[in-house]
Each structure stands twice: as structure tokens, then as C-alpha cells.
């Protein structure tokens, strides 16, 4: 129960930061949303926000906060957890054909990122983030729809 609370504050947040026109609201939601992506159970709370939110600009603070945790070299991420993440977002972007092109392209951004930074990262003599060429084409055969909305054309750009 408190996770959906939770959820649905953070699209309420992600409302008010993008829609209001009040800017004193704007900024307390920008600064409760700094907070959130700085908290440590960021990682697993924004899988819960792509998989159970409704909100589009939910699904692009979980992309973007995401991203930042990726980019974070202090985070310490674990290669599994990366490898997890780079897996999920692909299985996401093959699931859903009709997210908004500015979520697309977000979780675009986020697998170029973590593809980028994983080039050399390696497991057992297996170059994990090297797959793009066969982890894409598992992506591109998810649908006619893909192919229509330009997710393929933006991911294979970002690469």
C-alpha cells in the first residue's frame, strides 16, 4: 500500500514540475524530486514507477534518474545490476510500442549509457554490453509498431 501511495505522489510530483504554471509548486517538486533520485532505494523505486506508473512523465523521471545512477561512478553499481537494468529497458521498449517519443527517447539514452560505459566490462571472458547488434535485433523483431514509432531508428542513432 505505501508503494502505490508513494507512486502516486511521485507522478503528482512529476505533474507539478512539468504542468503547473505555478512556480513555487514547480520548485517544490523539483526539489522532492531531487530528494527522490538521490535516496537509496532510487534503483528499485523507479522499476516500480515504469512498471505500475500511469504518468509519462513518471516513466521519464525513472529513465532520467536512472541514467544519473548509471552515470554515477560512486554508486557503485554492480555489473549484474547494469547488465539487469540494460535487459529490463530493452524489454520495456519492446513491450510497450506506443510509449510518448520523449520516454522513448530517454530509455534510449539510458541503454546507450550503460552500453557506453560497460564496453569494457567483461564476465567470465564475455564482453556483457557487446551484444547490441543481437540484443537489437531480438528488439526489432518485438513488432511491426516498433518500426513505425521510431524507436529502432532512435536507439540504432544513440549507438
Not at 46 to 66: I, P, W
Not at 107 to 113: G, P, Q, Y
Not at 117 to 145: C, M, P, T, Y
Request: proline share 3%.
Amino acid at each position: 500500500m505505501a508503494d502505490e501511495q508513494e507512486i502516486r505522489q511521485l507522478e503528482l510530483l512529476c505533474k507539478q514540475l512539468y504542468e503547473s504554471q505555478d512556480t513555487s509548486a514547480r520548485g517544490d517538486a523539483e526539489k522532492a524530486l531531487v530528494v527522490f533520485q538521490d535516496s537509496p532505494d532510487a534503483l528499485t523505486k523507479c522499476q516500480v514507477l515504469l512498471d505500475r506508473g500511469d504518468s509519462c512523465y513518471a516513466q521519464l523521471l525513472a529513465a532520467t534518474t536512472l541514467t544519473k545512477l548509471v552515470s554515477r561512478s560512486a554508486q557503485g553499481l554492480s555489473l549484474q545490476q547494469r547488465v539487469d537494468i540494460r535487459n529490463y529497458v530493452l524489454n520495456y521498449l519492446a513491450t510497450r510500442p506506443k510509449l510518448p517519443n520523449f520516454v522513448v527517447q530517454a530509455l534510449v539514452t539510458l541503454f546507450a549509457r550503460i552500453t557506453k560505459l560497460g564496453w569494457f566490462d567483461s564476465h567470465k571472458d564475455d564482453f556483457v554490453f557487446r551484444n547490441v547488434v543481437a540484443d537489437i535485433g531480438k528488439f526489432l523483431q518485438g513488432s511491426v509498431e516498433h518500426c513505425m514509432i521510431g524507436g529502432p531508428v532512435a536507439l540504432a542513432a544513440y549507438l
